[in-house]
């Protein structure tokens, strides 16, 4: 099960989910709703901060672009 603390995670299934999409192009409230929609992820919305998406983020671009 996924957390907001497994950024790496998180960006993997999201690159997958998104394979197209440029992270830098989602804004913060798309992907906040976009991991608590993930399968596997199980942790609480309220507890994410600017500062975890940010690093979501980051590791989606990574992700995004190494294909």
């Known amino acids: ?3 907001w603390r497994d ?4 960006a993997i299934a999201l690159s997958e989910k998104f ?3 440029d992270p830098l192009t989602v804004r913060f ?3 906040h709703r976009w991991v608590t929609e993930l399968p596997g992820f199980s942790d609480d919305p309220k ?3 600017e500062g975890v998406l940010e690093r979501i983020q980051m590791a989606w671009l ?3 672009r190494n294909r």
Do not use: G, H
């Open 7 to 10: 950024a790496e995670d998180i």
């Open 19 to 21: 394979p197209d999409t």
């Open 1 to 3: 099960m996924m957390k």
């Open 29 to 31: 409230t798309d992907l």
């Open 47 to 49: 507890v994410s901060t």
């Open 62 to 64: 990574e992700e995004y």
